[in-house]
Protein backbone atom coordinates (compact mmCIF):
# COMPACT_ATOMS: atom_id res chain seq x y z
CA UNK A 1 0.00 0.00 0.00
CA UNK A 2 0.95 3.37 -0.58
CA UNK A 3 2.19 5.50 2.41
CA UNK A 4 1.40 9.19 2.46
CA UNK A 5 2.59 11.76 4.89
CA UNK A 6 -0.97 12.49 6.72
CA UNK A 7 0.35 15.96 8.41
CA UNK A 8 1.32 17.23 5.01
CA UNK A 9 -0.55 20.74 4.90
CA UNK A 10 -2.64 21.63 1.94
CA UNK A 11 -1.99 24.54 -0.44
CA UNK A 12 -2.64 27.76 1.31
CA UNK A 13 -6.03 29.46 0.40
CA UNK A 14 -4.26 32.39 -1.00
CA UNK A 15 -2.32 29.88 -4.36
CA UNK A 16 -5.44 28.29 -4.51
CA UNK A 17 -8.68 29.16 -7.20
CA UNK A 18 -12.18 28.41 -6.59
CA UNK A 19 -12.27 25.87 -9.50
CA UNK A 20 -9.18 24.26 -8.66
CA UNK A 21 -10.77 23.75 -4.88
CA UNK A 22 -14.43 22.79 -5.92
CA UNK A 23 -13.06 19.89 -8.01
CA UNK A 24 -12.02 18.03 -4.78
CA UNK A 25 -15.62 18.46 -3.49
CA UNK A 26 -17.89 18.28 -6.12
CA UNK A 27 -18.51 15.10 -8.21
CA UNK A 28 -20.74 12.78 -9.37
CA UNK A 29 -20.56 9.43 -8.04
CA UNK A 30 -20.90 7.05 -10.91
CA UNK A 31 -19.51 3.85 -9.31
CA UNK A 32 -22.83 4.19 -7.22
CA UNK A 33 -25.19 2.76 -8.96
CA UNK A 34 -29.37 1.54 -7.68
CA UNK A 35 -31.16 -0.82 -10.22
CA UNK A 36 -34.68 1.24 -11.23
CA UNK A 37 -36.42 -2.29 -11.65
CA UNK A 38 -37.80 -4.28 -9.14
CA UNK A 39 -36.97 -8.18 -8.95
CA UNK A 40 -38.58 -10.44 -6.23
CA UNK A 41 -35.77 -11.43 -3.56
CA UNK A 42 -36.40 -15.30 -4.38
CA UNK A 43 -35.67 -14.73 -7.93
CA UNK A 44 -31.80 -13.28 -7.31
CA UNK A 45 -31.34 -15.75 -3.95
CA UNK A 46 -27.54 -16.17 -5.25
CA UNK A 47 -26.73 -12.47 -5.67
CA UNK A 48 -28.82 -11.85 -2.05
CA UNK A 49 -27.04 -14.71 -0.44
CA UNK A 50 -22.99 -13.72 -1.90
CA UNK A 51 -24.31 -10.15 -0.62
CA UNK A 52 -24.77 -11.41 2.71
CA UNK A 53 -21.60 -13.09 2.95
CA UNK A 54 -19.58 -10.13 1.50
CA UNK A 55 -21.45 -8.25 4.32
CA UNK A 56 -19.87 -10.64 6.78
CA UNK A 57 -16.42 -10.01 5.42
CA UNK A 58 -16.91 -6.35 4.65
CA UNK A 59 -19.45 -4.95 7.16
CA UNK A 60 -17.88 -1.29 6.84
CA UNK A 61 -18.19 -1.45 2.97
CA UNK A 62 -21.73 -2.86 2.81
CA UNK A 63 -22.66 -0.58 5.55
CA UNK A 64 -21.76 2.40 3.80
CA UNK A 65 -23.43 1.39 0.23
CA UNK A 66 -26.45 0.36 1.66
CA UNK A 67 -26.90 3.58 4.05
CA UNK A 68 -26.35 6.12 0.76
CA UNK A 69 -22.92 7.15 1.25
CA UNK A 70 -21.26 7.81 -1.42
CA UNK A 71 -18.52 5.24 -3.07
CA UNK A 72 -15.15 5.73 -1.89
CA UNK A 73 -14.80 7.16 -5.38
CA UNK A 74 -17.53 9.19 -4.86
CA UNK A 75 -15.83 10.40 -1.13
CA UNK A 76 -12.34 11.19 -2.75
CA UNK A 77 -13.69 12.80 -5.89
CA UNK A 78 -11.48 10.81 -7.93
CA UNK A 79 -12.51 8.52 -11.15
CA UNK A 80 -12.01 4.95 -11.24
CA UNK A 81 -8.88 4.96 -13.30
CA UNK A 82 -7.45 7.38 -11.17
CA UNK A 83 -3.63 7.29 -11.02
CA UNK A 84 -2.14 7.27 -7.31
CA UNK A 85 -0.86 10.44 -7.34
CA UNK A 86 -4.64 12.23 -8.40
CA UNK A 87 -5.88 10.28 -5.33
CA UNK A 88 -3.03 11.17 -2.84
CA UNK A 89 -3.78 14.77 -3.72
CA UNK A 90 -7.79 14.19 -3.23
CA UNK A 91 -6.34 12.78 0.46
CA UNK A 92 -4.77 15.85 1.74
CA UNK A 93 -7.85 17.78 0.63
CA UNK A 94 -10.80 15.61 2.03
CA UNK A 95 -8.68 14.10 5.19
CA UNK A 96 -8.49 17.88 6.48
CA UNK A 97 -11.50 19.92 5.11
CA UNK A 98 -13.91 16.89 4.44
CA UNK A 99 -17.48 16.83 6.22
CA UNK A 100 -17.21 13.17 6.46
CA UNK A 101 -15.29 11.83 9.28
CA UNK A 102 -11.44 11.21 9.07
CA UNK A 103 -11.67 7.38 9.73
CA UNK A 104 -13.56 7.40 6.56
CA UNK A 105 -11.26 9.35 4.69
CA UNK A 106 -8.58 6.91 5.49
CA UNK A 107 -10.57 3.99 4.77
CA UNK A 108 -11.25 5.02 1.74
CA UNK A 109 -7.41 6.08 0.35
CA UNK A 110 -6.64 3.00 1.80
CA UNK A 111 -8.58 0.97 -0.26
CA UNK A 112 -8.03 2.73 -3.41
CA UNK A 113 -3.78 3.16 -3.45
CA UNK A 114 -4.46 -0.78 -2.66
CA UNK A 115 -4.81 -2.33 -6.37
CA UNK A 116 -5.88 -5.91 -4.60
CA UNK A 117 -8.31 -3.99 -2.16
CA UNK A 118 -9.17 -1.65 -4.61
CA UNK A 119 -10.51 -4.85 -6.73
CA UNK A 120 -12.37 -6.18 -4.29
CA UNK A 121 -14.28 -3.47 -3.11
CA UNK A 122 -15.12 -2.70 -7.06
CA UNK A 123 -16.86 -6.38 -7.02
CA UNK A 124 -18.98 -5.54 -3.75
CA UNK A 125 -20.21 -2.36 -5.20
CA UNK A 126 -20.52 -3.93 -8.39
CA UNK A 127 -23.11 -6.50 -6.84
CA UNK A 128 -24.74 -4.13 -4.62
CA UNK A 129 -25.84 -2.28 -7.93
CA UNK A 130 -27.17 -5.56 -9.01
CA UNK A 131 -28.60 -6.74 -5.48
CA UNK A 132 -30.54 -3.37 -5.11
CA UNK A 133 -32.91 -4.77 -7.54
CA UNK A 134 -34.48 -6.91 -4.71
CA UNK A 135 -35.05 -3.44 -2.36
CA UNK A 136 -38.76 -1.87 -2.51
CA UNK A 137 -39.30 1.29 -4.09
CA UNK A 138 -39.61 2.90 -0.72
CA UNK A 139 -36.12 2.09 0.16
CA UNK A 140 -34.33 2.49 -2.95
CA UNK A 141 -36.45 6.38 -3.05
CA UNK A 142 -34.82 6.89 0.60
CA UNK A 143 -31.18 5.83 -0.44
CA UNK A 144 -30.94 7.56 -3.51
CA UNK A 145 -31.94 10.77 -0.90
CA UNK A 146 -29.51 10.19 1.26
CA UNK A 147 -26.61 9.50 -1.00
CA UNK A 148 -27.59 12.59 -2.91
CA UNK A 149 -28.38 14.65 0.35
CA UNK A 150 -24.27 13.86 1.22
CA UNK A 151 -22.75 14.78 -1.50
CA UNK A 152 -24.50 18.21 -2.13
CA UNK A 153 -23.32 18.52 1.60
CA UNK A 154 -19.88 18.20 1.19
CA UNK A 155 -20.20 20.86 -2.00
CA UNK A 156 -21.93 23.42 -0.12
CA UNK A 157 -19.85 22.91 2.98
CA UNK A 158 -16.36 23.05 0.69
CA UNK A 159 -17.82 26.01 -1.12
CA UNK A 160 -18.86 27.89 2.39
CA UNK A 161 -14.90 27.02 3.56
CA UNK A 162 -13.39 28.43 0.56
CA UNK A 163 -14.95 31.80 0.75
CA UNK A 164 -15.02 31.56 4.64
CA UNK A 165 -10.71 30.92 4.11
CA UNK A 166 -9.89 33.24 1.21
CA UNK A 167 -12.97 35.93 0.70
CA UNK A 168 -14.21 36.10 4.47
CA UNK A 169 -14.78 40.06 3.95
CA UNK A 170 -17.25 39.23 0.78
CA UNK A 171 -18.92 37.15 2.95
CA UNK A 172 -19.62 39.44 6.19
CA UNK A 173 -20.72 41.63 3.89
CA UNK A 174 -23.48 39.87 2.29
CA UNK A 175 -24.91 38.21 5.64
CA UNK A 176 -25.29 42.04 6.82
CA UNK A 177 -27.10 42.88 3.77
CA UNK A 178 -24.71 45.76 2.33
CA UNK A 179 -25.61 46.95 -1.43
CA UNK A 180 -23.61 44.64 -3.86
CA UNK A 181 -20.53 45.56 -5.17
CA UNK A 182 -22.23 46.20 -8.14
CA UNK A 183 -24.87 48.71 -7.18
CA UNK A 184 -22.13 50.60 -5.28
CA UNK A 185 -20.00 51.29 -8.28
CA UNK A 186 -23.32 51.52 -10.15
CA UNK A 187 -22.98 48.90 -12.88
CA UNK A 188 -24.28 45.17 -13.76
CA UNK A 189 -22.65 42.18 -13.44
CA UNK A 190 -22.54 41.61 -17.04
CA UNK A 191 -21.39 45.41 -17.90
CA UNK A 192 -17.45 44.85 -19.82
CA UNK A 193 -14.87 46.02 -17.95
CA UNK A 194 -14.67 49.15 -20.06
CA UNK A 195 -17.69 50.16 -18.34
CA UNK A 196 -16.83 49.32 -14.73
CA UNK A 197 -13.70 51.59 -15.42
CA UNK A 198 -16.07 54.42 -16.64
CA UNK A 199 -18.22 53.73 -13.50
CA UNK A 200 -14.89 53.83 -10.94
CA UNK A 201 -14.02 56.72 -12.64
CA UNK A 202 -17.28 59.03 -12.05
CA UNK A 203 -17.30 57.74 -8.34
CA UNK A 204 -16.19 59.98 -5.44
CA UNK A 205 -12.75 58.31 -3.88
CA UNK A 206 -13.59 56.43 -1.39
CA UNK A 207 -11.66 53.75 0.03
CA UNK A 208 -14.49 51.05 0.15
CA UNK A 209 -15.19 52.29 -3.75
CA UNK A 210 -11.69 51.36 -4.53
CA UNK A 211 -11.59 48.03 -3.06
CA UNK A 212 -14.85 47.11 -4.89
CA UNK A 213 -13.45 48.33 -8.14
CA UNK A 214 -10.37 46.44 -7.47
CA UNK A 215 -12.36 43.37 -7.64
CA UNK A 216 -14.98 43.63 -10.32
CA UNK A 217 -12.00 45.06 -13.14
CA UNK A 218 -10.20 42.12 -11.92
CA UNK A 219 -11.44 39.20 -13.86
CA UNK A 220 -10.50 35.94 -11.63
CA UNK A 221 -11.68 37.89 -8.56
CA UNK A 222 -15.04 38.61 -10.38
CA UNK A 223 -15.67 35.39 -11.22
CA UNK A 224 -15.58 34.65 -7.35
CA UNK A 225 -17.50 37.42 -6.51
CA UNK A 226 -20.40 36.73 -8.69
CA UNK A 227 -19.90 32.96 -7.90
CA UNK A 228 -20.35 33.79 -3.87
CA UNK A 229 -23.70 35.99 -4.45
CA UNK A 230 -25.35 33.31 -6.03
CA UNK A 231 -24.32 30.40 -4.02
CA UNK A 232 -25.84 32.44 -1.00
CA UNK A 233 -28.64 33.79 -2.61
CA UNK A 234 -29.53 30.34 -3.35
CA UNK A 235 -28.87 29.55 0.24
CA UNK A 236 -31.19 31.89 1.52
CA UNK A 237 -34.12 31.97 -1.39
CA UNK A 238 -37.48 33.52 -0.81
CA UNK A 239 -36.26 34.74 2.33
CA UNK A 240 -33.39 37.51 1.11
CA UNK A 241 -35.72 40.35 -0.40
CA UNK A 242 -37.38 40.63 3.08
CA UNK A 243 -34.33 40.36 5.33
CA UNK A 244 -32.18 42.65 2.32
CA UNK A 245 -35.20 45.48 2.48
CA UNK A 246 -35.38 45.09 5.95
CA UNK A 247 -31.42 46.28 6.16
CA UNK A 248 -31.43 48.40 3.13
CA UNK A 249 -31.89 51.79 5.50
CA UNK A 250 -28.74 51.35 7.60
CA UNK A 251 -26.81 51.40 4.60
CA UNK A 252 -28.45 54.46 2.73
CA UNK A 253 -25.62 56.71 3.30
CA UNK A 254 -22.35 55.81 2.15
CA UNK A 255 -20.23 58.34 3.83
CA UNK A 256 -21.54 57.73 7.09
CA UNK A 257 -21.44 53.25 6.41
CA UNK A 258 -18.61 53.39 4.32
CA UNK A 259 -16.14 52.83 7.23
CA UNK A 260 -17.71 49.89 8.92
CA UNK A 261 -18.32 48.51 5.14
CA UNK A 262 -14.71 48.32 4.85
CA UNK A 263 -13.81 46.93 8.74
CA UNK A 264 -16.37 43.94 7.63
CA UNK A 265 -14.13 44.01 4.82
CA UNK A 266 -11.00 44.09 5.56
CA UNK A 267 -10.21 43.36 9.34
CA UNK A 268 -11.99 40.02 9.15
CA UNK A 269 -10.87 38.98 12.50
CA UNK A 270 -11.55 41.88 15.07
CA UNK A 271 -15.24 41.51 13.42
CA UNK A 272 -15.26 37.57 14.29
CA UNK A 273 -13.91 38.83 17.90
CA UNK A 274 -16.34 41.66 18.03
CA UNK A 275 -19.55 38.85 17.03
CA UNK A 276 -18.52 36.55 19.59
CA UNK A 277 -18.46 38.76 22.58
CA UNK A 278 -22.20 40.63 21.27
CA UNK A 279 -23.18 36.65 21.03
CA UNK A 280 -21.68 35.42 23.95
CA UNK A 281 -21.22 38.34 26.23
CA UNK A 282 -24.73 40.46 25.97
CA UNK A 283 -24.09 42.16 29.02
CA UNK A 284 -21.30 43.52 28.34
CA UNK A 285 -22.77 45.93 25.47
CA UNK A 286 -24.31 48.26 28.39
CA UNK A 287 -21.06 48.69 29.86
CA UNK A 288 -19.20 49.87 27.59
CA UNK A 289 -17.22 53.07 26.83
CA UNK A 290 -18.70 55.83 26.66
CA UNK A 291 -21.26 54.69 29.10
CA UNK A 292 -20.47 53.19 32.76
CA UNK A 293 -17.62 50.49 32.58
CA UNK A 294 -17.25 47.33 34.97
CA UNK A 295 -14.45 49.11 36.34
CA UNK A 296 -16.50 52.30 37.02
CA UNK A 297 -19.10 49.98 38.57
CA UNK A 298 -16.46 49.01 40.90
CA UNK A 299 -14.80 52.33 41.51
CA UNK A 300 -11.26 51.57 40.30
CA UNK A 301 -9.12 52.32 37.15
CA UNK A 302 -8.02 50.19 34.83
CA UNK A 303 -4.69 51.69 35.17
CA UNK A 304 -4.88 51.39 39.33
CA UNK A 305 -4.64 47.43 38.76
CA UNK A 306 -1.74 46.10 40.48
CA UNK A 307 0.97 43.79 37.96
CA UNK A 308 -0.26 40.40 39.21
CA UNK A 309 -3.33 38.43 38.93
CA UNK A 310 -3.27 37.16 42.87
CA UNK A 311 -3.36 40.91 44.01
CA UNK A 312 -6.05 42.17 40.98
CA UNK A 313 -8.12 39.55 42.43
CA UNK A 314 -7.22 40.73 46.25
CA UNK A 315 -7.57 44.45 45.22
CA UNK A 316 -10.75 43.75 43.43
CA UNK A 317 -12.39 41.87 46.30
CA UNK A 318 -12.28 44.68 48.51
CA UNK A 319 -14.03 46.84 45.99
CA UNK A 320 -16.52 44.32 45.73
CA UNK A 321 -16.81 43.96 49.36
CA UNK A 322 -16.89 47.88 49.97
CA UNK A 323 -19.88 47.86 47.54
CA UNK A 324 -23.84 47.18 47.64
CA UNK A 325 -24.27 43.68 46.44
CA UNK A 326 -26.07 44.22 42.81
CA UNK A 327 -26.10 42.42 40.11
CA UNK A 328 -24.25 44.65 38.06
CA UNK A 329 -21.82 44.97 40.25
CA UNK A 330 -21.64 41.07 40.70
CA UNK A 331 -21.11 40.57 37.01
CA UNK A 332 -18.34 43.26 36.68
CA UNK A 333 -16.73 41.62 39.30
CA UNK A 334 -16.87 38.01 37.93
CA UNK A 335 -15.95 39.15 34.12
CA UNK A 336 -12.50 41.67 35.62
CA UNK A 337 -11.50 38.82 38.33
CA UNK A 338 -10.66 36.69 35.82
CA UNK A 339 -7.72 36.95 33.79
CA UNK A 340 -8.95 35.66 30.60
CA UNK A 341 -11.72 37.64 30.70
CA UNK A 342 -10.63 40.79 31.61
CA UNK A 343 -8.31 40.86 28.81
CA UNK A 344 -11.60 40.10 26.80
CA UNK A 345 -13.79 42.64 28.14
CA UNK A 346 -10.47 45.37 27.66
CA UNK A 347 -10.70 44.51 24.36
CA UNK A 348 -14.44 45.07 24.13
CA UNK A 349 -13.94 48.66 25.37
CA UNK A 350 -10.88 49.59 23.19
CA UNK A 351 -13.40 48.27 20.42
CA UNK A 352 -16.96 49.43 22.02
CA UNK A 353 -17.25 51.77 18.65
CA UNK A 354 -17.28 48.99 16.64
CA UNK A 355 -19.38 46.71 18.96
CA UNK A 356 -21.89 49.29 18.99
CA UNK A 357 -22.24 49.72 15.41
CA UNK A 358 -22.68 45.99 14.81
CA UNK A 359 -25.26 45.54 17.48
CA UNK A 360 -26.86 48.48 16.03
CA UNK A 361 -27.00 46.37 12.44
CA UNK A 362 -27.82 43.00 14.13
CA UNK A 363 -31.06 44.82 15.66
CA UNK A 364 -32.17 46.96 13.05
Known amino acids: MEEIDKDKSVNNFEEVDLEGWIKY ?66 YEKKSKYSIHAKELIDEAYNTLVDQELKMEYDSIVQLFGRVSQVFNPKEKKEMVIKHDAWLLEEKNHAIVLYFDKKHKGWVNLFLRATPTFYELLGVKNDDSIKDIEQAHEGKESLEIIEEVYRVLSDEKLKYDYDFMLNFYREQFGDNLSTWISKKKGFWDSLEETGELM ?87 MENSDLIKKLSDLEDY
Not at 37 to 49: C, E, M
Open 25 to 90: FDCEDKKWNIAKRYVDPRRSNRLVQKFNQNEKDHPIWTEHLVSGLPTFYGLLCVSEDAPVEAIKAA
Open 262 to 348: LTLLKDTDRVDKADGIIAMKGEWKAHLPPGETFYDLLSIGIDDLPEHDEEIEKTLMEKFLGLEGNPKVKIAYDTLRDSEMRKEYNWA
